[in-house]
């Protein structure tokens, strides 16, 4: 009776343990999903961040290549600008010689 008595004792501490064990291993587990959960986040983070910035990357050239083309359209139109006020200029001069 003895025997059996202490049996059940070291069977309840072992359940006593085990249930520990597993309490353990279950917050653990929890822990190590939560973990996981933000290190995905965080993975996706980093992917929308870097796909952000080659997005404004892409728009700030196209941005310089419209201004380049602005630029050149703004030299030609300037070098008209300055033919025309030489001519002018020659004509003033022409009228200001017969006059």
Do not use: P, W
């Amino acid at each position: 009776k003895d025997d059996c008595h202490k049996f059940i004792e070291r069977m309840t501490e072992f359940q006593s343990v085990v249930d520990k064990y597993i309490a353990i291993s279950d917050k653990l587990a929890a822990e190590v999903e939560q973990e996981k959960l933000k290190a995905i986040g965080s993975r996706n983070l980093l992917k929308s961040v870097a796909k952000d910035r080659e997005m404004q990357q892409q728009q700030l050239q196209a941005l310089v290549l419209e201004k380049k083309i602005e630029l050149e359209r703004f030299k030609i139109q300037l070098n008209a600008l300055k033919r025309e006020e030489a001519e002018q200029n020659d004509l003033i001069e022409q009228f200001s010689m017969q006059s």
